[in-house]
């Protein structure tokens, strides 16, 4: 079955622990993309890439670190997590321009 | 920063009426998508639409595109129970950028 898969799906972390949250994708896309979601704020783009090697910062990148060594793979790594970083995330891939992404089942972080 | 905004915002509807969203952007795009949400779980990617074309058609939805108004809607005909979800709308402004607007949460009373 062609999917995006996250682990963990929930995880409580303390302050400065540092974390990382993996994703993986099985359908050989190019383009790969990570997300959080908070209420009133909507789903805002942490950092993308469009190969491997190939990242790019999203709108909120700071505390957040990613690395493609694999195309299909594209976890996200929180080096020293603060309680702001508490949100839902979401790993999203797609295979070419012009098509539509394929999202993960969520990551509910909590920074305590 | 974000780019669609939805409207409205929460939507109530019966059971087999036909539910419109609307969504507005602010810069020229290279496409735009719609996508699904049911509470809390991953999103579902629903229709996109090229900023060449003017509407498109997926099944019950309904996707129109009006690039000199930068706006889009999504019309869900029909609508049943389990179309009760969130809906956003994302727009690509190239390299593969989604931005995404704040949804609308969508009701269907049985």
């Known amino acids: 079955e062609a999917q995006v898969t996250q682990n963990p799906r929930y995880l409580i972390t303390v302050t400065g622990k540092k974390l990382t949250v993996t994703c993986s994708q099985n359908m050989n896309h190019e383009y790969m993309s990570w997300y959080r979601q908070d209420p009133g704020l909507g789903l805002r783009q942490i950092y993308y890439s469009m190969n491997v090697e190939v990242t790019d910062k999203g709108d909120v990148p700071e505390g957040y670190k990613v690395s493609r060594k694999e195309k299909r793979n594209f976890p996200l790594i929180l080096e020293s997590p603060s309680p702001n970083q508490t949100s839902l995330y979401f790993c999203a891939s797609s295979g070419t321009a012009n098509y539509g992404y394929t999202f993960g089942s969520g990551t509910r972080l909590t920074v305590v | 920063s974000q780019q669609g905004e939805e409207d409205p915002q929460a939507l109530s509807i019966q059971e087999g009426e036909n539910a419109t969203m609307n969504c507005s952007y602010k810069t020229s795009i290279n496409n735009l998508q719609w996508y699904r949400q049911n509470s809390g779980r991953g999103l579902v990617h629903l229709i996109l639409?090229?900023?060449?074309?003017r509407e498109k058609h997926s099944g019950r939805l309904r996707v129109t595109l009006d690039t000199s108004k930068k706006s889009s809607s999504l019309l869900i005909t029909a609508s049943r129970a389990a179309d009760t979800a969130s809906y956003f709308c994302?727009?690509?402004?190239?390299?593969?950028?989604?931005?995404f607007g704040q949804g609308t949460r969508l009701t269907i009373n049985p």
């Open positions: 994302a727009t690509d402004g190239g390299a593969q950028k989604l931005v």
């Open positions: 639409i090229r900023s060449n074309e």
